[in-house]
């Protein structure tokens, strides 16, 4: 069964709009962490931002935010005020409890046009 | 701002051949993984090294493949006989568990070519 689920191949959004890319999730650990990182056409893979199944709110940073509804086992991540740079994959990740690895969803390639 | 590096970025192979990939994570950082990301796929773990040992490892990592840390800044990847179905990025990360998040900071990637 897919641990991370992105149902969205592609996501076009125009410059200066917010985007939602969709991520849910599934287990049955009680702690976990989401991870969302961005795959310029470059190939590097550059960390966005976290969530703690136990955190209390939802992470910021900067113009990224985690939208994290634990009982949808969802966590979207929002891009406000887009920029043509901001055009990658972006992949959703989890880490479960006891265990190092990171889990990736397939990705969703956002281009942002002008 | 410290980072990660791997070299080569690029290594073109023949099949049945040995290949040694390198990495030097972040110097203060413990935890160390490898990834691999066929092109067009989703990134796959590999193996986690921690403490001079595999901490974890999946199913793809198999007796084709050791990890090593030779000294107090590398951390390599090696495969002993490379397939065709090896060809893909393979990315280098580590960790500091200290922070609290967890967060693994990738390397830039090798791109591994088998012919």
């Known amino acids: 069964a897919q641990k991370i689920t992105q149902t969205q191949p592609g996501m076009f959004v125009q410059e200066k709009e917010a985007v939602t890319l969709d991520c849910t999730y599934d287990?049955?650990?009680?702690?976990?962490?989401l991870f969302w990182y961005k795959q310029p056409s470059s190939g590097e893979m550059i960390f966005l931002i976290y969530?703690?199944?136990?955190?209390?709110q939802n992470a910021t940073e900067g113009r990224y935010s985690l939208n994290f509804q634990k009982a949808r086992k969802s966590a979207n991540l929002v891009i406000s005020a887009s920029q043509l740079g901001d055009s990658a994959m972006y992949f959703c990740?989890?880490?479960?409890?006891?265990?190092?690895?990171?889990?990736f969803g397939t990705g969703t390639r956002l281009q942002v046009f002008p | 701002e410290p980072e990660v590096t791997q070299t080569p970025s690029h290594q073109v192979t023949q099949m049945g051949q040995e290949v040694i990939l390198r990495c030097v994570p972040i110097s203060n950082h413990l935890y160390f993984y490898w990834y691999r990301q066929i092109l067009g796929q989703k990134v796959e773990f590999l193996v986690s090294f921690y403490n001079n040992e595999i901490s974890e490892k999946s199913e793809i990592f198999d007796d084709q493949f050791s990890v090593e840390r030779p000294d107090g800044s590398n951390f390599t990847l090696k495969i002993r006989s490379t397939k065709l179905e090896d060809s893909a990025m393979y990315f280098c990360?580590?960790?500091?568990?200290?922070?609290?998040?967890?967060?693994?900071?990738f390397g830039p990637g090798t791109r591994l070519t088998v012919t």
């Open positions: 990360a580590s960790s500091d568990k200290g922070t609290g998040t967890y967060e693994q900071y």
């Open positions: 287990t049955s650990d009680p702690s976990y962490g």
């Open positions: 990740a989890m880490r479960e409890a006891y265990t190092d690895k990171l889990i």
């Open positions: 969530q703690g199944s136990y955190d209390q």
